[in-house]
């Protein structure tokens, strides 16, 4: 196992470990407690490890917690137990739109809002008595909001700094929209990580027939922001990349934002290849949908369209009629967010579960050990290309 062999475990750690996955996550929560649970107690076998305190380990980390509401709407926050002197790891999903409470009656889902303040209401709730507190939160909230181009709020700015003006030391998000957001807390730790092995991964053993080379296969950005995310991918791969950038009508606003009038490619001929399209989100989906359009009439082979995150807020009947035109071949997003059980169901597909990362990432940290090989994946990819292409399996 990749932990065993790294020993970041062979240091003292930080403090006794609680795990606090909100309601929002208590799905991936309940995950990354029992690998964490079964990795602690392998180790009892190590004689190199001889640190282990007498909770080091134990049939749960996970700290019990409430989220009340009154009537009203209003809410409350309670630790169920002593966190004195933890090392703690708050897990949250801000998108999860499932969860409902009742305010004079009606029902009302909870927004990203929601979420975000019920976060805060257990945060105040530890009252400083933790050693450490960590939020690991994999849609950061806000990032959408993140500069100022007009007289906008930079909500994702202060988002950030009322949690470290909490308490919080480690904020760790997955593919932050603008990573530069950090420098709005320059003295606390902030940390974003892309997915890209999970992904290569996940496709590989999705498309039995790929041929990992610049002649069959290329990556494709969808937007110029994304270019760097796709320059990676393609470079550990070892193929080419293009990218679309928008063509936008700056004269008009439609909810909030500039329309799109065109995608344009740049890059090499396309045709007879396979696609892998990498962003960092599907919203509506309608700018991923039109560019593999424009893939396909020019005659790209398979279509493997990647995103971290799959909001999918105008429905996945457009995606159903997409596939059913040969527009993709699959459809690969993560567990780090709220999937419904429509998205799990549809043959096309294809989901990329983060839990044992998120509890390497948590395992690794509260033994202070170093992120580094968590954060640059290059070699894992590598291994598993190289796997692949031996027809080995991975």
Not at 39 to 67: E, F, G, Q, T
Not at 299 to 316: E, P, Q, S
Not at 342 to 358: A, D, Q, R
């Amino acid at each position: 196992m990749t932990q065993l062999q790294n020993k970041y475990f062979e240091a003292l750690p930080v403090g006794r470990l609680g795990i606090i996955p909100l309601a929002s996550c208590a799905e991936i929560g309940d995950k990354v407690d029992s690998h964490i649970v079964k990795w602690r107690k392998d180790r009892i076998c190590l004689a190199s490890v001889n640190h282990m305190a007498s909770d080091y380990v134990r049939p749960s980390y996970v700290i019990n917690i409430k989220n009340s509401r009154f009537g009203s709407g209003e809410g409350k926050g309670t630790i169920l137990e002593s966190v004195r002197g933890d090392d703690l790891f708050f897990l949250v999903d801000v998108c999860n739109h499932s969860l409902t409470y009742t305010v004079c009656g009606e029902e009302n889902h909870m927004s990203p809002d929601d979420h975000f303040q019920d976060l805060k209401r257990i945060i105040s709730a530890v009252a400083g008595k933790a050693r450490r507190i960590n939020v690991i939160m994999p849609f950061l909230y806000e990032s959408r909001r993140d500069k100022r181009s007009t007289r906008d709020s930079l909500d994702c700015a202060l988002a950030l700094q009322e949690l470290v003006n909490m308490g919080v030391d480690n904020i760790i998000t997955f593919d932050a929209h603008d990573p530069r957001v950090q420098n709005s807390i320059p003295l606390h730790g902030f940390e974003t990580i892309t997915p890209t092995y999970q992904f290569i991964k996940n496709i590989l053993r999705n498309a039995p027939d790929m041929k990992i080379d610049s002649d069959h296969l290329m990556i494709i950005s969808p937007d110029e922001s994304g270019m760097k995310r796709a320059i990676y991918m393609a470079n550990n791969m070892g193929v080419d990349m293009g990218m679309f950038y928008k063509r936008r009508d700056y004269s008009v606003m439609v909810n909030g934002k500039n329309p799109v009038v065109a995608h344009e490619f740049l890059g090499t001929s396309v045709e007879g290849k396979d696609m892998i399209i990498v962003d960092d989100m599907i919203s509506s989906g309608n700018s991923i949908i039109e560019v593999a359009k424009q893939l396909k009439e020019r005659k790209a082979r398979n279509i493997y369209m990647c995103a971290t995150f799959g909001l999918f807020t105008g429905g996945l009947e457009k995606f159903d009629k997409a596939y059913e035109e040969g527009l993709f071949t699959k459809l690969i997003t993560t567990n780090l967010i709220y999937q419904t059980p429509e998205l799990l169901s549809k043959p096309y597909y294809v989901g990329c579960n983060m839990s044992k990362f998120i509890a390497l990432l948590i395992d690794t940290l509260n033994h202070d050990g170093s992120m580094g090989p968590l954060l640059d994946p290059s070699g894992r990819i590598r291994k598993v290309v190289e796997k692949f292409n031996r027809g080995e399996k991975f």
